[in-house]
């Protein structure tokens, strides 16, 4: 484990980094916060799924998906877990990476049946399947 303390304090830092729109760098000045909280406890998961969804924001796909799957190994709790695994799902499909994609996003929602964005991500990865019957099951459990 590393320094969880140290960690939470960039993390909180980032998070007040980020709603400063009154530094020009307040973005950048953020971004560099989640990732110092990452260092600095290389075990949070948390820190993990955000550095992930900053990367994903940002368009490097290949970073974001990384990070998650990170957070994933730092074993977050079943809330976090299917976060991660509905972002992460969504990326993979981003890039063709479908069976991977569905498989992820259907254990989300079995973590967390009230997760209404794995239900709309679920059946927009069934769509590309294509999967009308399924897409549209989890379209109307999204709604």
Known sequence: MGDRRQADEFYKAAIAAHGDASNPDHLKLSYGLFGSACMADPTWPEAFYQAGNNNSDLGILPAAIACWRRALECEPDTQLRARVLVNLAWRLGNLARLDEAIELCEEAVRLDSNLHL????????????????????CARLGY
């Open 118 to 137: 794995g239900w709309v991500n679920l059946s927009c990865l069934y769509q590309v399947a294509p999967r009308r019957d399924d897409m549209l099951r």
